[in-house]
Nanobody, 127 residues
Framework: QVQLVESGGGLAQAGGSLRLSCAVS????????MAWFRQAPGKEREFVAA????????YYADSVKGRFTISRDNAKATVYLQMSTLKPEDTAVYHC????????????????????WGQGTQVTVSS
């Protein structure tokens, strides 16, 4: 059974930082691209960042580029999202997800390309 468990969310002030973690079990973590998505109340889920299976390539949504950094530790089967210079519009539930496609696939921003999801962790940024 594949499980993704996020942690690290919470309350932060605008301009502050948070680091999210996502621990994956039940799957060969190192073979698949990983991504973070977020969903704010009343809004659709949106792509945040993705990282390739070996960690050599990353891709970011324009809204977080230069402020967020995605990374992974394949030995620990964990993916991270370092969030800095937080803004109130970053408030959302953040979900990690594993790519359903083959090892080496190009990074995707489409949620339909990801087949396993964590339950999410709430991030709230106050102004």
């Amino acid at each position: 059974q594949v499980q993704l468990v996020e942690s690290g969310g919470g309350l932060a002030q605008a301009g502050g930082s948070l680091r999210l973690s996502c621990a994956v079990s039940g799957r060969a973590f190192s073979l698949y691209n990983m991504a973070w998505f977020r969903q704010a109340p009343g809004k659709e889920r949106e792509f945040v960042a993705a990282i390739s299976w070996a960690g050599r390539s990353t891709y970011y949504a324009d809204s977080v580029k230069g402020r967020f950094t995605i990374s992974r530790d394949n030995a620990k089967a964990t993916v991270y999202l370092q969030m800095s210079t937080l803004k109130p519009e970053d408030t959302a539930v953040y979900h990690c997800a594993t790519d359903s496609r083959y090892t080496g696939a190009t990074l995707s921003v489409k949620s339909s390309d990801y087949n396993y999801w964590g339950q999410g962790t709430q991030v709230t940024v106050s102004s």
